[in-house]
C-alpha cells in the first residue's frame, strides 16, 4: 500500500513538472505588506488570465526584494523605499520607476500614553518625545521598508535609539504589533496591517496623516545586464499592468468590502511630490 | 483556549466544506515531503548499507559527517539550495527556484542524512557473526546485504517516519527555495506563518491541526506495516 501511494505521488509530481519548466514565467519581487493584504492575490491572476504569464511572487522584506532585483533574481519590483529605490536605478541596477499607489504609515502608542505623545503634528516630534521619555518602542529591526522609514524619522530627530527602552522584533508587522502591544510600546506601522490587526490591539493612532508618513509603492524593473535569464519583456509586461487604468481602478476598490475604506490609492502616472 | 478550540473546530469545517485552497496545500505538502522521502530512501538506504559494512580509511570521518548531517537546520540547507539554485549560481540553468521541485531537493539535502544515519546504525546492529554465516553457507554478497537489510526492517522503517516527520514539519528551507506562493508553493508550514502573520490565528490553528493529523496519519500506517512484519 505504502509503495503504490508513493508511486501515485511520483505520477503526481511528473504531471506536475512541465508547468515549472515553461519558460513564461515572471518572478516578482515584492514586499510583505503587499502580500498579507491580499492585494497581490486579486492582481496577480488578472495578470496570468491576461498575458499568460505565470508569476512567481517572493513577498519579502522591501531591502531584500530590491536587493534580489537588483541582482538579477526576479524581473520586476514592487517596494516602498522610495530613497533606496532611487539609489538603485542610480547605480543602472534597475530602471524605469513609476509610481503605483500609496497608503500611509500611522505612529502607535498604548491608550495610556507614558510619553505624552498624543497632540504631536509629526512623527518625528513624537519620536523625541518617546526617545526623551524612555519609553519602550519596538522597532521591525528587519531592513522593510518600514524599518528604513523608522530609522529615517529616528536620524530626522537626533536621536540614536538604543536598548533597554528600544526594541527590535526582527519580525514582520503584524507579530511586531502583537509584541507592541503585549510591552504596551510605541511602533511604526503600515495603517493596512493595523486596519488587519485591530480587533486584537490594545494600541491607539498617537499621529497621522504627517508628509513622510506617506507610504509611496513603485513598480520597477529590472535591467537584464544584471544577470542571465533574466525576463526583462515579462517584468515590463507587469509593470505596465499595475499602472494600467483598469488596474488602477481595481487597486481603488480593494479593501472597501472588508474594512469599509481602500487601503490603497492609486498614484500611477503621478511624481513623488504630487501627493497631497 | 476558546482560540484553540476554534482552530480544532474550523480546521474539520475548512476540509469538510471542501476548502480548494486548503486541499491545494495538503496535496502539495504530501506530494513535496513524499518524494523527498522516497528519494531521501533511494540515497539513504544503499548509502548507510554500504557505510555499515563496508571497512575503507577516513570511515570514521564519513560516518560523523553523516551523523552530524542528521541535524542539519533546514534553514541552512534553505540558504545554499536557493544560493545554488539562484539564476546566478551554479544550477540557475535548471531555473527550478520557486518551484516544488527546488523544496523537494532542500528536504532530500534535509532528510537523506537521517534516513542514512538512522540504517547504518540499523544494520550495524545485525551481528557481525551473522553476515559471515551467511557467506559461509554460500550467499552471494547482494544476498547477504538483502538478509541483513530484511533483518533490519524495524529499524529502517523508523528511519522512514523520521525523515518523513523531518520535511513535512520543515519550514526554514521551504520559505526560503519555495517563495511560499500562492497555489505554486504554499506548503501547510509556509501557509501557517502567512496566516499568523496576517491575524488569521484561526486558519492557522486549523492549518496546524491539519499538519498534526497528517503526522499522526502517515506514522500510523508507517507503524501498521513496522509491527505487522514484526511478527
Redesign the interface.
Known sequence: ??VR??AA??V??AS??PA??QPR?V?LSTT?ST??SGLL?VL?PIFEQRTGY?V????VGTGQALALAA???ADVTLAHAPALEKKYVAEGKLRNRRLVMYNDFVVLGPEADPARVRGERTAVAAFRRVAAAGAPFVSRGDGSGTNILELALWKEAGVTPAAPWYIESGQ????TLGIADDRRAYTLTDRATFL??R??LALAIMVEGDRPLLNLYSVLEVDPAN????NAAGGRAFAEFIVSPGVQRVIEAFGVDTYGRPLFVPLAGRGDDDVK | MDLLLDGVGQAAALLLAGDGEVWGIL?LS??VS??AT?VSLALGIPAGTALALARFPGRGLVVAAVNAGMGLPPVVVGLFVTLLL???GPL??L???????AI?VAQVVIAAPIVAGMTLAAVQQVPRAFRLQLLALGASRVQMVWVVLREARLPVLAAVMAGFGGVISEIGASMMVG????G?TRTLTTAMV?E????NFDVALALSVLLLVVVFLVNW??TV?QQRSAQ
Request: glycine fraction near 16%; proline fraction near 3%.
Open positions: 500500500m505504502l501511494l508513493l505521488a511520483l503526481l509530481l506536475g513538472a515549472a519548466a514565467v518572478i510583505t502580500q498579507d492575490d496577480v505565470t512567481r511572487t517572493i513577498a541582482r538579477g533574481e514582520g508587522m503584524g507579530a488587519a490587526f480587533k486584537r544577470g542571465p535569464r533574466v | 496535496r504530501l506530494l513524499g518524494s522516497l539562484w539564476r546566478s540557475g540553468g531555473e527550478i527556484l520557486y518551484t516544488p521541485a523537494i517563495g511560499n506562493i500562492k505554486q502567512l499568523t502573520g496576517k491575524g500506517a508507517l506495516i
